[in-house]
């Protein structure tokens, strides 16, 4: 079961031409991920006259939006190593049972946010500081984006079982039709038809909705070794924990990633206003630039990582952990280094018209970025840690560097700086270099370890 139908052999293929095989693709999904994920907010800010103060409601929607990928991440990351791991046993009854379990779980929570998203969507983005002016173009844009909760949850969900089977392939075909119909659909929508906002929502969720049929008519289909079946579909905890313990951690970094938004636009908003709020967006979205293909990295690494850690093959482990901080590193690194220079060409991105929001975004990403080198080292650790199965680590690194550093130094910062705006955004870049050097110590120290125990 370690080969697909184009034989990749988890077990027995070199690991270079392994890693270089399932990361290209992943990588190369997560670009189209990238413009999936930020086309929205290049649209939306250069809408004529109202781009700044619109991107500043996009802002806003972020802080829910990440709890939707979190939960499509404890269902998704969670099970796709599980069921790999099953896979390297040679248990695939495990495998597809862990599959089912994840399906109902992804269903089940995709309804129960949309309701409540739908009931309480108003006033959680006030609490998430929108003002009367963002208000409208927040919620214009939420209240749509919720409608699609349950083809968000299975298209980024599910396709984590697709590619943990090594058809990474078929995996970055998922991202790459929706984003190529949601690059043709947000000017449709937007300009087109007139819709503004609300518009680059309404193409943001058809897309999805396109990208999770494709998902489930390849996990239904006879090329997958995974298959969702009726007689796999149950909720029994000897498969639903397991997965669940996995999942806390991703879920973690994605829902801390709203926590986090939340304490940033608030601090912000204090400090800075709704310009401030708005910075953020283009730097996040900067971010994403960077961290979403070595994310893609790590996701072609993952599968080796796991299958030959489940058949008990500690050497291929050992040198798939070294070929993925060693490129993770190669990437980041110089990535950063363009960004840095040339902070404002990325910022003429998402919006030409504002020379406001182009000078305060321009210096506030120096700062906010300038510990983002090391985060190659952080998730190549993370992510491997991950792969092995160990839940308890994984989590600890998650929750350190955004709830026991990031938040925290968001509010302590500006105390000791008389540039309060600039204290706000400094915390980014402490956390990121304070993170990356306790995970990676601790991973040389635990990975013989975990190796020596075996599972």
Same mark, same amino acid.
């Given at each position: 079961?370690?080969?697909?139908?184009?034989?990749?052999?988890?077990?027995?293929?070199?690991?270079?031409?392994?890693?270089?095989?399932?990361?290209?693709?992943?990588?190369?999904?997560?670009?189209?991920?990238?413009?999936?994920?930020?086309?929205?907010?290049?649209?939306?800010?250069?809408?004529?006259?109202?781009?700044?103060?619109?991107?500043?409601?996009?802002?806003?929607?972020?802080?829910?939006?990440?709890?939707?990928?979190?939960?499509?991440?404890?269902?998704?990351?969670?099970?796709?190593?599980?069921?790999?791991?099953?896979?390297?046993?040679?248990?695939?009854?495990?495998?597809?049972?862990?599959?089912?379990?994840?399906?109902?779980?992804?269903?089940?929570?995709?309804?129960?946010?949309?309701?409540?998203?739908?009931?309480?969507?108003?006033?959680?983005?006030?609490?998430?500081?929108?003002?009367?002016?963002?208000?409208?173009?927040?919620?214009?844009?939420?209240?749509?984006?919720?409608?699609?909760?349950?083809?968000?949850?299975?298209?980024?969900?599910?396709?984590?079982?697709?590619?943990?089977?090594?058809?990474?392939?078929?995996?970055?075909?998922?991202?790459?039709?929706?984003?190529?119909?949601?690059?043709?659909?947000?000017?449709?929508?937007?300009?087109?038809?007139?819709?503004?906002?609300?518009?680059?929502?309404?193409?943001?969720?058809?897309?999805?909705?396109?990208?999770?049929?494709?998902?489930?008519?390849?996990?239904?289909?006879?090329?997958?070794?995974?298959?969702?079946?009726?007689?796999?579909?149950?909720? /029994?905890?000897?498969?639903? $924990?397991? =997965?669940?313990? *996995?999942? #806390?951690?991703?879920? !973690? %970094? @994605?829902?801390?990633?709203?926590?986090?938004?939340?304490?940033?636009?608030?601090?912000?908003? /204090?400090?800075?206003?709704? $310009?401030? =709020?708005?910075? *953020?967006? #283009?730097?996040?979205? !900067? %971010? @994403?630039?960077?961290?979403?293909?070595?994310?893609?990295?790590?996701?072609?690494?993952?599968?080796?990582?796991?299958?030959?850690?489940?058949?008990?093959?500690?050497?291929?482990?050992?040198?798939?952990?070294?070929?993925?901080?060693?490129?993770?590193?190669?990437?980041?690194?110089?990535?950063?280094?363009?960004?840095?220079?040339?902070?404002?060409?990325?910022?003429?991105?998402?919006?030409?018209?504002?020379?406001?929001?182009?000078?305060?975004?321009?210096?506030?990403?120096?700062?906010?970025?300038?510990?983002?080198?090391?985060?190659?080292?952080?998730?190549?650790?993370?992510?491997?840690?991950?792969?092995?199965?160990?839940?308890?680590?994984?989590?600890?690194?998650?929750?350190?560097?955004?709830?026991?550093?990031?938040?925290?130094?968001?509010?302590?910062?500006?105390?000791?700086?008389?540039?309060?705006?600039?204290?706000?955004?400094?915390?980014?870049?402490?956390?990121?270099?304070?993170?990356?050097?306790?995970?990676?110590?601790?991973?040389?120290?635990?990975?013989?370890?975990?190796?020596?125990?075996?599972?």
């Amino acid at each position: 079961m370690a080969k697909d139908k184009k034989n990749t052999d988890l077990a027995k293929d070199p690991v270079g031409k392994l890693l270089l095989k399932l990361a290209l693709p992943a990588i190369l999904a997560q670009v189209v991920n990238m413009l999936y994920n930020i086309v929205d907010r290049i649209y939306i800010g250069h809408i004529p006259d109202t781009g700044a103060i619109a991107l500043t409601g996009i802002g806003l929607c972020l802080p829910v939006i990440f709890i939707i990928m979190a939960f499509s991440a404890l269902a998704g990351i969670g099970g796709a190593p599980r069921a790999a791991i099953y896979m390297g046993k040679k248990d695939m009854d495990s495998a597809n049972k862990t599959l089912g379990s994840c399906f109902l779980m992804l269903t089940g929570i995709a309804l129960l946010l949309t309701i409540v998203f739908l009931a309480f969507g108003r006033e959680i983005l006030f609490l998430f500081g929108a003002s009367s002016q963002t208000i409208p173009y927040a919620w214009g844009y939420l209240r749509v984006y919720i409608c699609g909760t349950v083809f968000v949850m299975y298209s980024v969900g599910l396709n984590s079982f697709i590619t943990t089977q090594g058809f990474s392939l078929v995996g970055m075909s998922t991202i790459l039709i929706g984003a190529v119909a949601n690059i043709i659909l947000d000017p449709i929508f937007i300009f087109g038809f007139g819709m503004g906002v609300p518009g680059a929502a309404l193409a943001t969720i058809l897309s999805q909705a396109i990208s999770a049929l494709w998902v489930l008519k390849f996990l239904c289909g006879k090329k997958t070794k995974l298959r969702i079946e009726r007689k796999h579909l149950q909720l /029994k905890k000897q498969y639903v $924990l397991p =997965v669940l313990a *996995l999942g #806390v951690s991703p879920f !973690v %970094m @994605q829902g801390t990633e709203s926590m986090i938004t939340v304490a940033y636009n608030t601090s912000l908003y /204090k400090y800075g206003g709704d $310009l401030a =709020v708005s910075s *953020l967006t #283009v730097l996040n979205s !900067v %971010m @994403q630039m960077i961290f979403l293909p070595l994310s893609g990295l790590t996701q072609g690494a993952q599968p080796i990582i796991s299958y030959n850690y489940g058949a008990g093959n500690d050497q291929r482990v050992k040198k798939a952990f070294r070929l993925l901080i060693g490129t993770s590193l190669a990437f980041v690194v110089p990535a950063w280094g363009i960004v840095m220079v040339f902070p404002g060409v990325f910022v003429r991105i998402f919006n030409s018209s504002s020379q406001e929001l182009y000078d305060m975004a321009s210096w506030a990403m120096r700062v906010y970025l300038a510990g983002f080198f090391s985060m190659g080292a952080q998730i190549a650790c993370q992510q491997t840690f991950l792969a092995l199965g160990q839940a308890k680590v994984s989590l600890f690194f998650a929750c350190f560097r955004k709830l026991i550093l990031m938040i925290p130094l968001i509010f302590i910062l500006p105390v000791f700086f008389e540039d309060k705006l600039m204290a706000v955004f400094l915390a980014e870049a402490v956390s990121d270099l304070a993170a990356a050097f306790a995970t990676t110590a601790t991973f040389l120290v635990l990975f013989p370890r975990i190796l020596k125990k075996g599972r």
